[in-house]
């Protein structure tokens, strides 16, 4: 099927431009996260990116890099784990698993605030959601496995 009409791309170009877009939200996690080559954000975000996570938002590239330079800190190892990508049109949804070791550190939950003492393997599920425009990200939505995380680091028992 090919779509025509003024502004309307062929079939061939839509898909380019979402094996494009894939590619860029995997290199936002294999590289600028996972690699924490946070200069590499630059390149993938548009300067007035929103990140949409449960309990706050991220307004501007900028904020973006201070924000995962800050979290990074707690994390002595952190990889992505990436599933079931999918892309249409100008978005690109994908299940993450996080693996990762945190250091000492309040970590702050959407109900809780919780002190590690000690250093912790914590892994979770996540779903994230980008929006692209012109090869850069602009917006993503995250909503991650919590309760998984709260119970891993002691604060929620599961009786069997």
Do not use: C
């Amino acid at each position: 099927m090919t779509l025509m009409g003024k502004g309307r791309m062929t079939e061939s170009a839509k898909q380019s431009q979402e094996a494009l877009n894939k590619a860029i939200v995997e290199r936002y996690f294999r590289e600028a996260l996972d690699q924490r080559k946070i200069e590499v954000m630059a390149e993938l975000m548009a300067p007035d990116v929103v990140l949409h996570r449960p309990s706050y938002d991220v307004h501007g590239a900028e904020a973006v890099v201070q924000r995962w330079r800050a979290i990074s800190k707690d994390f002595s190892a952190f990889s992505s784990e990436l599933s079931g990508m999918v892309a249409e049109g100008d978005m690109v949804a994908v299940r993450v698993f996080h693996r990762t070791k945190m250091r000492p550190h309040t970590f702050r939950s959407r109900g809780v605030a919780v002190t590690l003492a000690k250093e912790q393997e914590v892994n979770w599920g996540t779903i994230a959601q980008f929006r692209l425009r012109n090869g850069k990200i602009v917006e993503e939505w995250v909503m991650r496995d919590e309760l998984g995380m709260l119970t891993q680091m002691g604060q929620i028992v599961v009786e069997r």
